[in-house]
């Protein structure tokens, strides 16, 4: 049976797999379709992927306990190309911060803004890639209200597949 460690890091770099999909695809499509309304929790895909970025920036930040001063914060109006590249240099940088956790720091308690007491690192950890695996979800749908049909595979079990034929 694997241990939490290795789990965790496995899951990381799902998260960065299934990301990189996302950015990768997003960088294929027009201005005009990434910010295209469609009804969902956030107006548009560009709009989805930036609060991926934002969310999952906060908790690597809770991860690595170097709380910034200042969140880069949800807003209307950025640039297509930052969130892109913003979300694949944290996606990277949270995998290799879980890889280089050692067990007793994964079994640590940590602070967070919405709860008095501490709570350990794992569930922080499993928090961050499961709100992405949420919103990848939404892009999906998202896309498909726009018309596309023929989408790719980012779940776990394709990760899996395709991680063992490359090794």
């Known amino acids: 049976m694997k241990d939490i460690k290795q789990l965790l890091c496995n899951y990381a770099a799902y998260n960065d797999w299934a990301n990189a999909k996302w950015i990768d695809f997003a960088r294929t499509q027009t201005d005009a379709r990434l910010y295209q309304s469609v009804v969902s929790s956030f107006p548009s895909l560009i709009h989805t992927l930036h609060h991926m970025l934002v969310a ?59 709860r008095k007491e501490p709570m350990p690192l794992v569930d922080v950890i499993q928090h961050c890639i499961n709100h992405n695996t949420y919103h990848r ?12 049909t023929d989408l790719f595979n980012v779940d776990y079990f394709e990760f899996l597949k395709v991680r063992s034929v490359k090794s």
Request: proline share 3%; aromatic share 10%.
């Open 56 to 114: 999952q920036e906060f908790w690597y930040s809770i991860i690595a306990q170097k709380i910034p001063a200042n969140y880069r914060g949800e807003k209307d109006s950025f640039e297509m190309a930052e969130v892109l590249q913003a979300l694949a240099e944290n996606s990277q940088k949270l995998k290799e911060k879980v890889l280089a956790l050692s067990d007793e720091e994964i079994q640590s308690n940590v602070k967070t803004p919405w």
């Open 137 to 148: 979800g939404q892009c999906a749908t998202i896309c498909r209200q726009l018309g596309y």
